[in-house]
């Protein structure tokens, strides 16, 4: 069967044998997007789970804290979920009594680059940027010391540093999508304020060894360590609020439409939010399970620019594919991807990246570079780029090189075809093949029969959580 892959910045047809499984959105079955998402969210305000509606926990002289996501996710359509509830909340405020000029809005980015104002405008809509005495609209920063409060520990040891405007502010509501994610198993609740809203510190706690590289971070699962950790941040972050987060979450489908939308306490809308976004991430193939993962990988993302050409984050997503994939996958298995691999780190939004990838190489694993962390995350060169120049943050390198290391412990071999700096992939551990024809003859040899292909052919569109049938 012949299959076309993305590649860079274009696709690149590959003969992946006579056993494939081809996994792609038009075979999902997902559940129909809501007829009415704007109706389905009034309902959900008016109707919130395990707590009153808003009117009933602010009023006249309180201050409030809408904090929503930023660009990675989520969409920009007019009926995309912020740009419907956001709104509604602030007319919500408005009829308990709360003057907009009480009113903060916070762009949840944790460690991710600053959106700009038109990205910001883009994602909320005219309405919120436009209003007559609109509430202040501001980036979360992680490093602005007086914007920070210290917390000290959770139950489970981790370090608690959060956005002031967060915990005092009288109501604190959170805008987020319940999704599948690698991560912990789905975005949305807790993840939300645990890793949008925090330090550098605070997100090293989970996205760290320690965490990553344990049994059951994989598959993705919200039954893990992972989970617990930020389960536990938040609630710790609730005991220091006047009363706990008000959350509005949707799940959304592969276009970002919602399939569904609950407001109220954050457990009790967990408990209602991820069966739904099971349904739309979760994907059956026919078994058996593959004995090789094939992706196409280009060169943007929802990271930004730079997926296939920056080494870190080309590796990054391998392992996030992986785990997503490896319900689907023998024990095991090789991982081919085509990838340009050219060496361009992006360094205007990914500035720090290169130097980690320099380190790196002094590594004998990925895990090693947790004896780095602290330097490079705390070098002021890095931190003003975050700050003021709209990029990444540096301890974001490590947690995609974290990342990238399931590759390694969940793999027989990672191959990257086609790599136009291949010494550049080799450094992460990577062997290194002309063609994904020439990789998969490979295999092969090694395995001493055809292998059967489980093909993912752009990581570009929404992904899936894998599982096979038999």
Request: glycine share 10%; charged share 25%.
């Amino acid at each position: 069967m012949k299959v076309k892959l993305e590649y860079g910045d274009d696709v690149v047809e590959v003969e992946a044998g006579s056993d494939v499984a081809v996994v792609t959105a038009d075979g999902a079955v997902e559940p129909d997007p809501l007829v009415d998402p704007v109706g389905a969210t009034r309902s959900a305000l008016a109707n919130p789970l395990g707590v009153g509606p808003i009117g009933d926990l602010v009023g006249r002289g309180d201050t409030v804290t809408i904090a929503f996501p930023d660009r990675v996710k989520g969409g920009t359509q007019p009926t995309a979920h912020r740009r419907v509830v956001v709104p509604m909340l602030l007319d919500e405020l408005e009829r308990a009594g709360v003057r907009m000029a009480d009113v903060r809005l916070v762009c949840a980015i944790g460690l991710h680059r600053k959106n700009r104002e038109a990205e910001i405008a883009d994602l909320l809509g005219p309405t919120v940027v436009e209003r007559a005495d609109a509430p202040v609209i501001v980036n979360h920063d992680a490093e602005d010391e007086a914007g920070m409060v210290d917390l000290g520990t959770s139950e489970l040891g981790d370090v608690v540093q959060v956005n002031r405007a967060v915990v005092e502010a009288d109501l604190s509501i959170m805008v987020s999508h319940a999704a599948g994610n690698p991560y912990g198993g789905y975005s949305g609740g807790y993840k939300m304020p645990s890793t949008g809203l925090t330090s550098w510190r605070s997100i090293a706690g989970h996205h760290s060894p320690r965490t990553l590289y344990r049994d059951d971070f994989v598959p993705p699962t919200p039954k893990s360590r992972f989970r617990d950790q930020l389960r536990e941040i938040g609630r710790h972050i609730e005991r220091a609020m006047p009363q706990p987060f008000f959350t509005v979450d949707a799940a959304l489908d592969s276009g970002s439409r919602q399939l569904g939308v609950w407001a109220g306490r954050i457990p009790e809308v967990e408990q209602a939010s991820w069966p739904v976004a099971q349904l739309r991430t979760d994907q059956l193939v026919d078994g058996p399970p593959a004995d090789v993962l094939l992706v196409g990988m280009p060169r943007n993302f929802h990271y930004g620019k730079g997926m296939g050409s920056n080494p870190l984050l080309l590796m990054q997503a391998v392992g996030a594919s992986v785990i997503r994939a490896k319900a689907a996958l023998v024990d095991k298995p090789f991982v081919i991807t085509t990838s340009v691999c050219d060496g361009w780190f992006n360094a205007e939004d990914f500035p720090s990246y290169e130097e980690a990838f320099d380190r790196l190489a002094d590594c004998q694993h990925p895990a090693d570079m947790v004896a780095h962390e602290e330097e490079l995350a705390t070098d002021e060169r890095w931190i003003t780029k975050y700050r003021t120049e709209y990029g990444y943050h540096p301890f974001h390198a490590f947690s995609m090189i974290y990342m990238g290391g399931m590759a390694r412990e969940h793999s027989t071999q990672v191959y990257v075809a086609g790599a136009r700096r291949p010494g550049m992939a080799r450094a992460m551990g990577a062997r290194t093949t002309a063609t994904a024809e020439e990789a998969l003859r490979e295999a092969a040899d090694i395995l001493g029969r055809q292998p059967r292909v489980l093909v993912v052919p752009a990581l570009s569109t929404p992904q899936f959580h894998l599982r096979v049938t038999g």
